[in-house]
């Protein structure tokens, strides 16, 4: 196939498969900052999820460089803010949706 006649296959399978990766980091990080947070005071709480949020950024630069596209990184980028507000306030929907590949490593 040639990459300069179906371009848009190309970004579309990247957006899809890139931001698969993200929300799934996501969907990891999330559950785990809820679990370390039970019983911790408010500003060890606040820290420990500014720790998630960072790791979402980390996560995002590690896709970012795989796909280097502007496009993929603003993506990318909300998806892993987005998602991870998403799945911290909803932990168990992470599992939910990633739950057969987290069970892979356990």
């Not at 019983?39 to 709480?45: E, K, L, Q, R, Y």
């Not at 280097?68 to 990318?76: A, D, E, K, L």
């Amino acid at each position: 196939m040639n990459l300069y006649d179906h371009f848009d296959a190309h970004v579309i399978s990247g957006l899809i498969f890139s931001g698969f990766v993200q929300i799934g980091w996501s969907a990891f990080a999330a559950p785990v900052i809820h679990e370390f947070t039970a019983g911790t005071p408010i500003w060890m709480a606040i820290i420990l999820y500014a720790a998630g949020v960072v790791s979402c950024w980390i996560a995002c630069v590690i896709v970012a460089a795989f796909y280097m596209g502007s496009i993929y990184r603003m993506v990318n980028l909300a998806l892993a803010i987005v998602s991870f507000i998403v799945f911290s306030v909803w932990p168990n929907a992470g599992g939910v949706i990633y739950g057969w590949f987290f069970k892979l490593f356990t």
